[in-house]
């Protein structure tokens, strides 16, 4: 599959993106280990979502989906779940299986996850590290990646961890190996990561403390289950953020967007580069903060990234990338390393494609030089990244004529209906079926 991009008038309107992924795999997770039903609504129903799902309905939970968008989880508490009759298949999804290694390492049964290629690549020695000093058993390939084979009836004692790397995903890991564990587990990040997990633990009645940076909780805590409200997820409304600023002249509203601050880097970013976005309706639902964006398109320049906004953006820099090509001048990236341990290496799959449409770019160790001009047509690698393929594919929108972006179909994990969202704006993205 590919995406056929033509140079796109973008107009005015109102649109919504689907639910945001880290909720959505965070509320399947949690309520299958609550008490009493947990009721979702605005789920994100793709690939990565689908596949917590399924592996929380292997692990023994009833779960239904009554519609595309919501969810109904019975919940029978901590020590419910059961021994899964297969390997669990996480597909291309690392929040799932970190997340899930966390869960299942204080399980009394012993249970196998595996993911497609991708995932199979990426390293898992930074959960294993920890969980190991906690007293799980946890078995992988020898450089760390995975499957990753849990061995049960470990007892888990609680322990102190300053993490080595800024990761949510580390960091929900031994919070839900924490829930299992004897004595007050507690983490130290060396900078402020996502923090839906601790959030909707406090929801469903569990007490977290974040004291000063050190977050910490008490095994053993009953988890109760609740009504969770998913927002649209802010990494796809990026999206449609940068084709809104990148236009000549377009005004554009994004309904109910989950801005929490530990998310909204890109905005900042974006802002510091000269984009008119301003924040409406802002409200709390269920813990997490929402708002309507308004997007205005812009000129953009070059800026030095501030590093201190690199947690708050890590999953947007393929789509500042294209802004900072777009933007006039230079604009400095560093310090953003972990880019090339995700779905693939961002950093050079970013650089490839950009180069590939005329732009001048540095690639660095950790980072990249983007001079910014105009995009030429051409023919572009995904390398099977989401992200990639949806930040070259708005890239397209502005370029001289017609752009290719390759291999699209994992665009699913994240953003189902990505052309057809795009569209709504004008964005004339096409999903071209291979034969
Ligand atoms: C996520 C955390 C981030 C992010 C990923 C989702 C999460 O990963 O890139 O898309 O839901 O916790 P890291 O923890 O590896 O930075």
Do not use: W
Request: aromatic fraction near 4%; charge should be negative; hydrophobic fraction near 40%.
């Amino acid at each position: 599959m590919h995406f056929q991009v033509n140079p796109s008038k973008i107009y005015d309107a109102s649109v919504t993106v689907p639910g945001d992924k880290s909720i959505s795999h965070r509320a399947l997770m949690l309520g299958s280990i609550a008490t009493g039903q947990t009721a979702i609504k605005g789920f994100l129903a793709g690939k990565d979502c689908l596949a917590t799902m399924s592996a929380m309905q292997l692990l023994g939970v009833e779960i239904d989906m009554p519609s595309s968008t919501e969810i109904l989880i019975q919940g029978c508490g901590l020590n419910s779940l059961q021994k899964p009759g297969s390997d669990l298949n996480l597909e291309n999804s690392g929040t799932a299986m970190r997340l899930l290694a966390g869960l299942l390492s204080g399980q009394r049964f012993s249970s196998v996850l595996r993911g497609d290629e991708s995932l199979s690549g990426r390293p898992m020695g930074r959960i294993i590290a920890p969980l190991t000093l906690m007293g799980a058993v946890i078995g992988s390939d020898p450089d760390g990646t995975p499957p990753l084979h849990i061995s049960g009836g470990m007892e888990l004692n609680a322990i102190h961890y300053d993490l080595p790397m800024a990761s949510a995903q580390v960091k929900s890991a031994l919070l839900l190996a924490g829930l299992y564990a004897d004595g007050v587990t507690s983490i130290t990040e060396p900078a402020v990561t996502r923090d839906h997990t601790e959030r909707m633990l406090g929801t469903m009645g569990v007490t977290v403390v974040n004291s000063e940076g050190k977050i910490s909780l008490e095994g053993g805590q009953q988890l109760d289950g609740c009504n969770v409200n998913v927002p649209a997820d802010l990494s796809s409304a990026s999206f449609v953020i940068l084709a809104v600023l990148l236009a000549e002249k377009a005004d554009v509203m994004i309904t109910n967007v989950g801005v929490n601050p530990t998310r909204t880097g890109v905005i900042e970013i974006l802002q510091g580069m000269g984009g008119d976005i301003t924040l409406e309706n802002k409200q709390l639902s269920g813990g997490e903060p929402i708002a309507d964006i308004r997007v205005r398109s812009s000129q953009l320049s070059g800026c030095n990234i501030d590093p201190a906004l690199v947690s708050l953006a890590i999953d947007e820099f393929p789509v500042l990338f294209v802004a900072a090509a777009a933007a006039s001048g230079e604009t400095i990236f560093s310090g953003i390393a972990e880019l090339r341990v995700k779905e693939s290496d961002r950093i050079s799959a970013m650089s490839e494609g950009l180069r590939n449409l005329g732009i001048r770019i540095d690639e660095q160790p950790d980072g990249a030089i983007i001079q910014g001009g105009q995009f030429t047509s051409g023919t572009l690698q995904s390398y099977g990244d989401h992200r990639i393929a949806m930040s070259l594919a708005i890239a397209g929108t502005v370029a001289s004529d017609s752009v290719t972006v390759k291999d699209v179909a994992a665009v699913d994990t994240s953003f189902p209906d990505f052309c057809q969202c795009m569209a709504k704006i004008g964005a004339d993205i096409n999903l071209i079926k291979s034969t």
